[in-house]
C-alpha cells in the first residue's frame, strides 16, 4: 500500500507546491492576478473535467495500468518545464499535470478500496489521506524552498523524479487487478447513480469538508493579518489545520472499522466541527484563528476517510473508479465553491459574515440528516402499532 500512499502524497504535493510558489513568482511567468488566477486554475480545471472520465477507464481497463501512466504522464508533463525552461510552457506543464493527476488520483482510491477488505476501508482511507494532507502541508514549505534555490526549473525537476519513482515503486509493488465484468450501463442509469443519496450524501460531505480546508488555508491568514497578526503566526495556524486533518483522519478510520462510530455519525461530527471552525474564524485575535484551524482540521479529517469508506462500501467493486473519480469532481468543485462563495460575501458585506455563510452550509447537513432520520423511525413506529392494532 505504501506506493498508493506515495501517489496520493505526489498529487497534493504537485497541486500545492507550485500554486503556493507562483504568487511570489517574478519576471514573466506571473504578470497580473488574472494570469495567476488562471495558472492556478488550469491545474483543478482539468481534474474537474478529466477525473470522471478517468475513473471509468480504470474500471474497464484496470486500475494499475491508469495508476501507471498518470505517474508517468505527470513526469513527463513536468519534464517539459525542465527542458524548456521558460515561462509561456508553464502553461503546458501545469495543464499536463493536472490531466496526469486526474488519471491517478482516482485510480489509487480505487485500488486502496480493492486491495483492502470492506472491514479495513476507513483504516485504509484514512492512511491514504493521511499522506495526502502530508502533500498538502509540505508541498507550499518545499516548493517555496525549492523555487528559492533554483526557480521553477528545480521544482519541476524534483516532480519528475518524484513521479517517476513512484511509478516505478508501484509497478513493482502494486499487484495487477484485473477489470472485474460489468453490467451494461446507460446514461440513465449513470444518472440514477449519481443521484442515489447513498453517492450524494458522502460526495456532498467531501465537498463540504474540501470547501472549508479550502477557505481555512485562504482567508485564515486574512483574518490573521486584519487581528494585527505576523507572517509566522498565520502560517503557523495554517499549518495546524493541517496537521491536525493527518493526526485524525487515520484514527477516524480505525475507529469506523471498529464500529466505535458510523460513517453517518462521523460525517455529521465531521461537518458540525467544521462549521464551529468557521464560527470560531469570525472572533478576533489569535485564539479565534488557533480555534478555527483546530477544528476546521478535525472536520476534515472526519470526513476525509469516513466519506471515502461510505462510497467504496456502497458501489460494486466494478465501478470504483468511475464513482471514485465522480466523488473526486465533487471535491474538487468544493474547492472552488467554498472560497467563492466566502469571497463573494466577504466582498458585499463582511468576511465574519462570508464564513458564517459557509458555516451555515455545512451545518444544515448534519441537521437535514438527522431530522430525515427522526421522521423515518417515526413512520416505522407507526407502522408498527398498525400492525399490532390490526392484528
Known amino acids: 500500500m505504501g506506493a498508493l500512499w506515495a501517489a496520493g502524497f505526489t498529487t497534493a504535493f504537485g497541486a500545492h507546491a507550485v500554486a503556493a510558489s507562483l504568487g511570489g513568482a517574478s519576471g514573466d511567468a506571473v504578470k497580473s492576478l488574472l494570469t495567476l488566477g488562471a495558472l492556478l486554475a488550469l491545474y483543478d480545471g482539468a481534474e474537474v473535467l478529466l477525473k470522471p472520465v478517468f475513473g471509468a477507464v480504470a474500471d474497464r481497463v484496470g486500475a494499475r495500468p491508469v495508476l501507471l501512466a498518470g505517474l508517468v504522464g505527470f513526469a513527463g508533463a513536468s519534464a517539459v518545464y525542465v527542458i524548456a525552461d521558460r515561462p509561456a510552457w508553464l502553461w503546458v506543464a501545469r495543464l499536463g499535470q493536472g490531466a496526469a493527476a486526474s488519471a491517478f488520483s482516482p485510480a489509487a482510491s480505487a485500488l486502496v478500496a480493492r486491495l483492502n477488505p470492506a472491514a479495513r476501508h476507513g483504516r485504509a482511507f484514512g492512511s491514504y489521506g493521511l499522506y495526502k494532507s502530508l502533500g498538502y502541508t509540505l508541498g507550499p514549505l518545499l516548493g517555496g524552498a525549492l523555487v528559492w534555490l533554483g526557480g521553477f526549473r528545480l521544482l519541476f525537476l524534483v516532480m519528475t523524479v518524484l513521479a517517476l519513482a513512484v511509478a516505478c515503486w508501484a509497478w513493482l509493488a502494486v499487484p495487477i487487478v484485473p477489470p472485474l465484468p460489468r ?3 446507460t446514461v440513465v442509469d449513470l444518472a440514477r447513480r449519481i443521484t442515489d443519496p447513498v453517492f450524494l450524501r ?29 507572517t ?9 489545520l493541517a496537521a491536525t486533518s493527518a493526526f485524525v483522519q487515520p484514527r477516524a478510520g480505525r475507529a469506523v472499522d471498529a464500529g466505535r462510530i458510523s460513517t453517518r455519525q462521523g460525517i455529521a461530527l465531521g461537518l458540525l466541527f467544521a462549521a464551529a471552525g468557521l464560527g470560531f474564524a469570525t472572533a478576533p485575535g489569535l485564539a479565534g ?12 479529517g472526519l470526513i476525509t476517510p469516513l466519506g471515502f469508506a461510505a462510497l467504496a462500501a456502497s458501489t460494486e467493486p466494478a465501478r470504483l473508479g468511475q464513482t471514485m473519480g465522480t466523488a473526486e469532481l465533487g471535491r474538487e468543485l468544493g474547492d472552488a465553491g467554498g472560497p467563492l462563495l466566502v469571497a463573494g460575501i466577504a466582498t458585499a458585506t463582511t468576511l465574519s459574515l462570508g464564513y458564517t455563510g459557509l458555516a451555515v452550509l455545512l451545518a444544515i447537513g448534519p441537521l437535514v440528516a438527522f431530522g430525515t432520520g427522526a421522521v423515518r423511525r417515526v413512520q416505522r413506529g407507526g407502522r408498527g402499532r398498525e400492525t399490532t392494532m390490526e392484528g
Not at 202 to 210: E, F, K, N, S
Not at 216 to 223: A, C, E, N
Not at 290 to 300: E, M, P, Q, S, Y
Open 183 to 185: 453490467k451494461r450501463q
Open 232 to 240: 509566522v503566526a498565520t502560517g503557523a495556524a495554517v499549518s495546524v
Open 202 to 230: 458522502p460526495t456532498a460531505a467531501l465537498a463540504g469538508a474540501t470547501a472549508a480546508l479550502s477557505v481555512g488555508v485562504g482567508f485564515l491568514p486574512v483574518t490573521g493579518a486584519a487581528a494585527g497578526l505576523g
Open 289 to 300: 484563528v488557533l480555534l478555527a484551524a483546530v477544528c476546521i482540521g478535525v472536520g476534515v
